[in-house]
């Protein structure tokens, strides 16, 4: 992955990828940084209803991106606070836009709900 676009991907960016999202994976590939939180990670694999050839394509997908741990980072509970408190965001995605304000990275979602966050930049997929 080179280039200088950086972004972290909600989980909703990681099913459409998965799903065959060729334009997505284009952008991807030219990326110099691709993450997803480990809410993200959590968040697909308890999907209802997953096969194993799901389970294997998101594991070789995980191979290939940084999956950000949640850890005791002041940084990172300060910028999700802020989401929660400030603009109503629920908890998993708090933390998902804390992740990419700490990775310096833009979130790629189709959830309406990141829009109009000017600390964040979005891009759907």
Do not use: W
């Amino acid at each position: 992955m080179s280039g200088k676009l950086r972004c972290v991907l909600d989980t909703n960016a990681v099913v459409s990828l998965l799903k065959g999202n060729r334009e997505l994976a284009t952008r991807l590939e030219a990326a110099e940084y691709v993450g997803i939180s480990v809410v993200t990670y959590l968040e697909f694999l308890a999907f209802d209803g997953l096969s194993d050839t799901d389970r294997n394509s998101f594991k070789l997908f995980c191979t290939r991106v940084e999956i950000v741990p949640l850890v005791h980072n002041e940084k990172l509970a300060d910028n999700a606070l802020t989401l929660r408190i400030k603009h109503r965001l629920k908890l998993p995605d708090a933390i998902i836009g804390a992740t990419a304000l700490c990775r310096k990275a833009l979130v790629i979602t189709n959830d309406s709900h990141f829009s109009g966050i000017s600390s964040l930049t979005v891009q759907g997929c």
